[in-house]
């Protein structure tokens, strides 16, 4: 098994652009997560996915969207990619059950200039 | 949102015990906790996880007071191989089969020879 897989890992965009950072999951998990990462500021959550065909606002939504294309993908999308979207994004999943853990993608790290 | 707050970094030698003790004073009587521990370039990965009392595996121990309002994750004879980012989560149902996962800042751990 494959686990969480992020693509790309790296992209470079301009002030303006814009993106999807895909995510996809092979261990038949319910539920779906993006989180970003600063320096200083640990994780904080964008947007999640309790279910195939829910999505729900996180800590930090704005600048963002979240398609829930079927139960093993969750992509997140910059339509118009501002400096302070500079971070690393993390995707993760997990089951529905209180005591599930949260599996982990190995991250894409996006810069905007 | 349940809140986190923990040591922003610990130093220890190679060979001590390590405790990291993570405050969540408004922690609801369902909530569960998760620790997590993350390397560079890496997503962050399940370390332990518990409800109350003391919860032990083949990495660490958690230990949780009755009321619950702290709790202290305990790594057994540091190596460098254990400097990480730890982070604590409280995971509190929020209805509707979704759930609130809510990092902290993380506290960054350096074992030194």
């Known amino acids: 098994n494959a686990g969480v897989t992020q693509t790309p890992k790296f992209q470079v965009l301009k002030t303006g652009q814009s993106m999807t950072l895909q995510c996809a999951q092979d261990?038949?998990?319910?539920?779906m997560y993006w989180y970003r990462q600063d320096p200083g500021m640990g994780l904080r959550l964008i947007y999640y996915?309790?279910?195939?065909?829910?999505?729900d606002k996180g800590e930090v939504p704005n600048g963002y969207n979240v398609s829930r294309l079927n139960k093993r993908e969750f992509s997140l999308r910059l339509e118009s990619a501002a400096p302070s979207q500079t971070s690393v994004y993390f995707c993760?999943?997990?089951?529905?059950?209180?005591?599930?853990?949260?599996?982990f993608g190995n991250g894409t790290r996006l810069t905007v200039t | 949102l349940a809140k986190t707050t923990q040591p922003i970094s610990m130093d220890s030698y190679e060979g001590q015990e390590v405790n990291i003790t993570c405050s969540h004073n408004?922690?609801?009587?369902?909530?569960?906790i998760t620790w997590y521990q993350q390397f560079p370039s890496q997503g962050p990965r399940f370390i332990i996880q518990?409800?109350?009392t003391k919860v032990t595996n083949e990495v660490a121990s958690l230990f949780i007071p009755a009321d619950r309002k702290s709790s202290t994750l305990s790594l057994p004879r540091v190596s460098l191989s254990d400097t990480a980012v730890y982070y604590c989560?409280?995971?509190?149902?929020?209805?509707?089969?979704?759930?609130?996962?809510?990092f902290g800042k993380g506290t960054k751990l350096s074992v030194i020879p």
């Open positions: 993760a999943s997990r089951t529905e059950l209180l005591e599930s853990p949260l599996h």
């Open positions: 261990m038949n998990h319910n539920s």
């Open positions: 996915s309790a279910s195939e065909g829910t999505t």
């Open positions: 408004n922690i609801a009587t369902n909530d569960y």
């Open positions: 518990g409800y109350k």
């Open positions: 989560l409280v995971v509190r149902y929020s209805g509707a089969g979704s759930y609130q996962l809510t």
